[in-house]
């Protein structure tokens, strides 16, 4: 089969309007065109009065070859590539000691499903509760402000990414269609089918629920094995070897292939493993605020007269400022017709984040407004000085909310004028478990602060009412990825510590569900080399 890019329609285009494009850009009669089928569908909205809908097509003709050597240099007509995830290993005869799986995340989850597809049998280890439970605590949080240091938005089955907008996006380099695989297994989950085709598919969080338990249950149908509550709290390396792990319950565990997937906010386990010596380095990450706009505005800005169009859904954007003191300020995880949420994992900090459910119909968009820093903020000889950092922005949120998991929020034109909120205007924050009004600029650095002052009217410029006066603004957004890397090298071990094999976003190598499941399973291939080769 062929496949066709770049395939541009406008937005209400007839049925009939792919077939007769295909054929107008293979420049075939009709009658030689046997089939086509969507491969992916994603739209062009810069200029709002004509959005065109872009497609790439797979297309079956009478002469696929007479037509590749026809068009070989149209970069826009190729053969279809060939997506299909085939495991480069399987046995029946599995080693008596099992790969272990730390972290049921994405990197975790699909490292630990792919290891039980080779016929490996994984144990996989999770500190949280599984996914149903998780919900409770995280609940008990935005409604009744008590947290559950175990179970929250950080910890639990589905990692951080089940409490967001499920976004299955990525910029990620994926030659070997790794990405199609991930989607492929979310689909047989039971997600929508339509995420195999839309350029920017997501979940939402209610449908990763039901999605993530029957993943679980494939795993363990195919002899793997899934305990909750089972916090690794010291690992034996030695020799520079992984030897085992021993769990808060006083359990210890022989382990030499170890799957290290716990996601950017084991801050506890972070400092487990510098103490043992396993190689970490810093690395630079973001922090800013949440804004939060009616959804309608967003809608209204991108797609003028067709907001609402069901092929559009919610709008969503993507903003980027660099500030004249040298900061970089963009958004981050977008999430359209969501709330903003509390995100805490430990006592006497306020952290946010953005969720939304599949439909995307709640009121408010909501937006990550970040500012790039780097170790040389918090420059010591700790390498752990990104941490110490988060927390302290973290600690002060909690105390401008009223140290009462409350968080501080700010009408935008009064963030402006640095002048303190009193209430809410025509937007009303959606953070549970509720807001307090002030002045945020105690609750970032003053760099930081500069540039998002900066940056909000250049993004006004590029869409129009984003300085809306009664936009709001919830802090902080801390956890957009780890403050640090646990390196490792191209067999994908730790640099110094032989079968630890750093996964996913805790270890600094992936950034959203869809990369840090890739990841996952790339490292399940490694493991299966070292096990099976």
């Given amino acids: 089969?062929?496949?066709?890019?770049?395939?541009?329609?406008?937005?209400?285009?007839?049925?009939?309007?792919?077939?007769?494009?295909?054929?107008?850009?293979?420049?075939?009669?009709?009658?030689?065109?046997?089939?086509?089928?969507?491969?992916?569908?994603?739209?062009?909205?810069?200029?709002?009065?004509?959005?065109?809908?872009?497609?790439?097509?797979?297309?079956?003709?009478?002469?696929?070859?007479?037509?590749?050597?026809?068009?070989?240099?149209?970069?826009h007509i190729i053969r279809r590539p060939d997506s299909r995830y085939e495991p480069p290993f399987h046995t029946t005869n599995p080693p008596h000691l099992r790969p272990v799986v730390v972290g049921f995340g994405p990197a975790g989850l699909f490292a630990g499903l792919m290891l039980a597809q080779m016929g490996l049998r994984p144990l996989i280890l999770e500190r949280g509760k599984p996914v149903r439970e998780r919900t409770q605590d995280t609940f008990a949080l935005w409604r009744r402000k008590i947290l559950n240091p175990e179970s929250n938005v950080q910890f639990g089955e589905g990692g951080a990414g089940t409490f967001s907008d499920g976004k299955l996006h990525s910029q990620i380099s994926d030659p070997h269609h790794y990405g199609r695989k991930v989607l492929e297994e979310f689909v047989r989950a039971g997600a929508p089918p339509e995420i195999l085709t839309i350029s920017k598919p997501h979940i939402g969080t209610f449908r990763l629920v039901g999605i993530i338990e029957r993943m679980r249950a494939t795993i363990e149908a195919l002899g793997g094995s899934v305990q909750f509550e089972s916090r690794v709290v010291d690992i034996d390396r030695s020799g520079g070897v992984m030897q085992g792990l021993t769990l808060a319950s006083g359990r210890t565990l022989e382990a030499r292939h170890v799957v290290l997937a716990i996601g950017h906010s084991a801050r506890d386990t972070f400092t487990m493993l510098r103490d043992r010596g396993v190689f970490l380095e810093p690395k630079s990450f973001s922090i800013g605020l949440r804004i939060e706009h009616p959804q309608s505005l967003v809608d209204h800005c991108r797609f003028g007269r067709h907001a609402g169009h069901p092929l559009l859904g919610a709008a969503d954007y993507k903003l980027a400022h660099h500030a004249t003191n040298g900061?970089?300020?963009?958004?981050?995880?977008?999430?359209?017709?969501?709330?903003?949420?509390?995100?805490?994992?430990?006592?006497?900090?306020?952290?946010?984040?953005?969720?939304?459910?599949?439909?995307?119909?709640?009121?408010?968009?909501?937006?990550?407004?970040?500012?790039?820093?780097?170790?040389?903020?918090?420059?010591?000889?700790?390498?752990?000085?990104?941490?110490?950092?988060?927390?302290?922005?973290?600690?002060?949120?909690?105390?401008?909310?009223?140290?009462?998991?409350?968080?501080?929020?700010?009408?935008?034109?009064?963030?402006?004028?640095?002048?303190?909120?009193?209430?809410?205007?025509?937007?009303?924050?959606?953070?549970?478990?509720?807001?307090?009004?002030?002045?945020?600029?105690?609750?970032?650095?003053?760099?930081?602060?500069?540039?998002?002052?900066?940056?909000?009217?250049?993004?006004?410029?590029?869409?129009?009412?984003?300085?809306?006066?009664?936009?709001?603004?919830?802090?902080?957004?801390?956890?957009?990825?780890?403050?640090?890397?646990?390196?490792?090298?191209?067999?994908?071990?730790?640099?110094?510590?032989?079968?630890?094999?750093?996964?996913?976003?805790?270890?600094g190598y992936a950034g959203g569900i869809l990369s840090a499941a890739v990841d996952g399973i790339k490292t399940a291939e490694a493991i299966a080399r070292a096990l099976l080769d």
């Fill in 1 to 75: 089969m062929l496949r066709l890019l770049e395939v541009r329609l406008p937005l209400d285009h007839s049925e009939d309007a792919l077939h007769d494009a295909i054929c107008r850009a293979l420049r075939i009669p009709a009658s030689e065109l046997l089939s086509y089928a969507v491969a992916r569908r994603g739209y062009d909205a810069r200029h709002p009065d004509r959005i065109a809908l872009i497609y790439t097509l797979d297309v079956a003709t009478r002469d696929d070859e007479r037509l590749l050597t026809r068009h070989h240099k149209n970069p």
């Fill in 327 to 507: 900061r970089s300020v963009y958004s981050f995880c977008m999430c359209p017709g969501g709330t903003v949420v509390a995100a805490a994992s430990e006592p006497g900090r306020v952290v946010t984040n953005g969720m939304s459910q599949y439909s995307r119909n709640e009121r408010n968009a909501n937006s990550a407004l970040v500012v790039g820093v780097t170790p040389a903020d918090f420059s010591s000889d700790d390498v752990l000085a990104g941490v110490t950092f988060q927390r302290h922005w973290e600690e002060r949120a909690f105390e401008l909310g009223g140290a009462s998991y409350e968080a501080p929020a700010q009408r935008l034109e009064d963030f402006l004028a640095a002048r303190a909120s009193v209430g809410p205007g025509e937007v009303i924050p959606s953070y549970q478990p509720g807001v307090r009004w002030g002045d945020l600029s105690e609750a970032l650095p003053a760099y930081a602060i500069d540039a998002l002052r900066e940056a909000l009217p250049a993004f006004a410029r590029k869409i129009a009412g984003f300085t809306l006066p009664d936009a709001v603004l919830t802090g902080v957004e801390t956890r957009t990825s780890a403050p640090i890397r646990i390196t490792r090298d191209e067999d994908r071990q730790s640099r110094n510590t032989r079968g630890l094999y750093p996964t996913g976003e805790g270890a």
